[in-house]
Nanobody
Framework: QVQFVESGGGLVQAGGSLRLACAAS????????IAWYRQPPGKQRELVAA???????NYEHFVQGRFIVSRDNAENTVYLQMNSLKPEDTAVYYC??????????WGQGTQVTVPS
């Protein structure tokens, strides 16, 4: 079963930037639609952004214009560049298949904290 691993989170002041990275145990990231999700404290997990197999990107309205999702096929890595961070971006960030019914193992996520 494919295992996803996220990294790159941390504590950053409002207005700052972070780049998250998503790796997988198998070379599948270039062949599938991959999404970034987040779970804010006390809330349900939500979709943030996605990149299709063909490279098309989509963003939820609350990150549109601030976050950029990209993929490095040679490195089998998907990135989430997060700019102009806000306190409401505080969450644990995960990557996974866009189709969440797909068989795989969620990673532990990476914590992003933006103090208010």
């Amino acid at each position: 079963q494919v295992q996803f691993v996220e990294s790159g989170g941390g504590l950053v002041q409002a207005g700052g930037s972070l780049r998250l990275a998503c790796a997988a145990s198998e070379n599948i990231l270039s062949e599938n639609d991959i999404a970034w999700y987040r779970q804010p404290p006390g809330k349900q997990r939500e979709l943030v952004a996605a990149i299709s197999r063909g490279g098309t990107t989509n963003y939820e309205h609350f990150v549109q214009g601030r976050f950029i999702v990209s993929r490095d096929n040679a490195e089998n890595t998907v990135y989430l560049q997060m700019n102009s961070l806000k306190p409401e971006d505080t969450a644990v960030y995960y990557c996974y298949f866009l189709q969440i019914s797909r068989q795989g193992s969620w990673g532990q996520g990476t914590q992003v904290t933006v103090p208010s």
